[in-house]
């Protein structure tokens, strides 16, 4: 049987994918810049500069198991386990709030440490890629308090999710570029 939503599910998956691409450039332009402002300094960290706090690993950990998560929400719709969407979602939305506040625990301590975001291009080009997506992430739970609100009012089952479907593939897309990012700034940084 052909699903009659089917033509407006591959326009929002389409508009999803264009979205995405959209801060896919963005963030491109943005690692771009901090690789040529890197290449171009004498010495990067500059001496005297905190090590990056360790407790990014952590929040890395946080959004990679949010993924997980999400995952099990979205697989969750589409068998039709609607205990599995609200358990995915509301642990996906609680891990994305832990990792934004470990954000700022790090922040709070490369502050203290004298480190603080116009301190200097070092400082300025970490606080902007990790800002640019905190910002996103906050994004991603306003959307994603949107779509636990609707699972938990039962409007989606598993022919009818758009919702989770856009959910799980910007939650993933952020998840990508916080591993890039994470291995820019402090695996290779």
Known sequence: MLDPNHKSKSAGVFGMALFIASLTVLFIASVVIYLIVRTRSEAWPPPGAPRIPPLLIVNTIILLISSATMHTANSGIKTGRTG????????????????????????????????????????????????????????????????????????????????????????????????????????FG
């Open 84 to 187: 599995a969407l609200k358990f995915g979602l509301t642990a996906t939305t609680a891990l994305g709030l832990a990792f934004l506040a470990g954000q700022a625990v790090v922040w709070h301590r490369l502050i203290a440490l004298g480190l603080p975001p116009g301190s200097n291009l070092y400082a300025f080009s970490f606080y902007w890629l990790t800002g640019l997506h905190a910002a996103h992430v906050i994004g991603g739970i306003a959307l994603m308090l949107v779509v636990t609100r609707a699972a938990f009012l039962g409007r989606y089952s598993k022919i009818n999710h758009p919702g989770v479907t856009y959910a799980a593939m910007y939650w993933h897309f952020l998840d990508a570029v916080w591993i890039a990012l994470f291995l820019l700034i402090f695996v």
